[in-house]
């Protein structure tokens, strides 16, 4: 079973300071790593995955997170937000054998203030 | 760009009562999920469903519960008997195929109120 702990339920930044979202997980088998995010009356959509190969994934929009297999994290970062990158953002595993489940963090609310 | 959609986006019902939860996936997608939030908990998975079969399903997902793909188009999660405890939102994923390599498409939720 792998569970998902995100250590922070909100973080206030202002605009066009660096953010970072903060994501552990847990698991006795080897895992996928997902970030999602969610905007208000939307869907969850995929922002980053990281599969195999480079330990560094990056999403079209900026935001970057690092796979560390010794600490057992996934942080979510990004040098410079905009308003628009207010949302509630999650972290989510998968076992690599699964069809799909995802086990998923409690979410961390990111508000980006003027 | 194709969308994943639920209907309705709020259902109020009495307990006892039955419940069913419409998703319409993204038409050429072969895998469908179903996963809720409570208030203030995390997403948890309820089931995947793949070939008119559930191919994996959670300790939630109990008899009171069922899904199925009536139509080419339609995916649907029952509630045979809510609880007051289901009241949550609902969320519909799916995926063009197997395997975590696929990007799951979210819906934009059902928030179900059970009194």
């Known amino acids: 079973a792998q569970s998902v702990t995100q250590l922070d339920s909100q973080v206030p930044v202002f605009e066009e300071a660096p953010v970072e979202l903060r994501c552990n997980y847990s698991?006795?088998?080897?895992?996928?790593l997902f970030w999602y995010v969610q905007y208000p009356n939307q869907g969850l959509q995929l922002l980053l995955k990281?599969?195999?190969?480079?330990?560094l994934v990056e999403s079209i929009n900026g935001f970057e997170a690092e796979f560390n297999k010794s600490q057992t994290s996934f942080h979510l970062r990004k040098p410079s937000v905009h308003i628009s990158d207010t949302a509630e953002y999650f972290c989510a595993v998968s076992d690599t054998a699964s069809y799909g489940k995802l086990t998923f963090g409690q979410g961390t609310i990111l508000t980006v203030h003027p | 760009e194709p969308e994943v959609t639920q209907t309705p986006s709020h259902q109020v019902t009495q307990m006892g009562q039955e419940v069913i939860l419409r998703c319409v996936p993204i038409s050429n997608h072969l895998y469908f999920y179903w996963y809720r939030q409570i208030l203030g908990q995390k997403v948890e998975f309820l089931v995947s469903f793949y070939n008119n079969e559930i191919s994996e399903k959670s300790e939630i997902f109990d008899d009171q519960f069922s899904v199925e793909r009536p139509d080419g188009s339609n995916f649907t999660l029952k509630i045979r008997s809510t609880k007051l405890e289901d009241s949550a939102m609902y969320f519909c994923?799916?995926?063009?195929?197997?395997?975590?390599?696929?990007?799951?498409?979210f819906g934009p939720g059902t928030r179900l109120t059970v009194t």
């Open positions: 698991s006795s088998v080897s895992v996928y």
């Open positions: 990281y599969l195999s190969g480079s330990t």
């Open positions: 994923a799916s995926s063009r195929a197997a395997g975590n390599s696929y990007e799951q498409y």
